[in-house]
Nanobody
Framework: QVQLVESGGGLVQAGGSVRLSCAAS????????MGWFRQAPGKERELISA???????YYADSVKGRFTSSRDNAKNTLYLQMNSLQPEDTAVYYC????????????????WGQGTQVTVAS
């Protein structure tokens, strides 16, 4: 049984930083592309970052230069370091896994975490 469990969300002031973690189990973690999605109220879930099995990364323009994805295959854990946070970054953040390449569509991701709320106060 595959499980993805996010942690690290919370309330942060604008300009602050947060690191999210996603602990994976039940899958061969180092063979999966891992994505970070977010969903703000009234908006669709969107891919903001992904990292493939080779360490290649993708970042949406909205987070490029502020967010960094990394993975520790020995710990089966994905991270998202978020710096210079702004109120528009407020959303539920989800990690997701797919056995292929970096895709932006939620339909390509087989496994999902439960999400963690990040709220950025102005």
């Amino acid at each position: 049984q595959v499980q993805l469990v996010e942690s690290g969300g919370g309330l942060v002031q604008a300009g602050g930083s947060v690191r999210l973690s996603c602990a994976a189990s039940g899958l061969t973690f180092n063979t999966y592309t891992m994505g970070w999605f977010r969903q703000a109220p009234g908006k669709e879930r969107e891919l903001i970052s992904a990292i493939n099995r080779y360490g290649g990364t993708y970042y949406a323009d909205s987070v490029k230069g502020r967010f960094t994805s990394s993975r520790d295959n020995a710990k089966n854990t994905l991270y998202l370091q978020m710096n210079s946070l702004q109120p528009e970054d407020t959303a539920v953040y989800y990690c997701a896994a797919n056995a292929g390449s970096i895709y932006s569509s939620t339909r390509n991701y087989n496994y999902w975490g439960q999400g963690t709320q990040v709220t950025v106060a102005s």
